[in-house]
């Protein structure tokens, strides 16, 4: 398929917003002592108990770097291993309360710096592009 116009215009303007992000999202995994990979591990988390390989793949790296990830996380008390019910082989990475409690302040945080920055940006915009940005990262989201 050759991109059209509109798809390389499209995916510009969905980088400089990945860039954006980022950079607030990481200012925030700072100020909490974490890792921007950290921070993102913590997120996944809020919604489920992943496998490692499951882990691996929401954050597009190998099995070994969240292995890395998670010892680290594992050892400030904010995730723990748990071996699942179901597969002894397979491990599950699960929050402490101590990571649901940093996992809370940091999206507060970043929902602060996001509201902050965003102030002159019309509300009725603001929740279009909400919707919007839904329907973006579902589009592009894994579809296995």
Known sequence: M???SEDRHLARTL???????ALRYGTVARRAGLTLQQAELLCQLERSAPS???LARLLGCDKTNVTGLVDRLERRGLVRRETDPADRRV????????GRKVGEEMS??????VAERCATVPRTDLARLARIGAAAADALGDAS
């Open 2 to 4: 050759e991109p059209t």
């Open 108 to 113: 507060d945080a970043f929902a602060c710096a």
């Open 52 to 54: 490692f390989g499951q």
């Open 91 to 98: 491990s599950r990475v699960v929050l402490t309360d101590e």
């Open 15 to 21: 980088s400089a917003l990945h860039r954006q992000v």
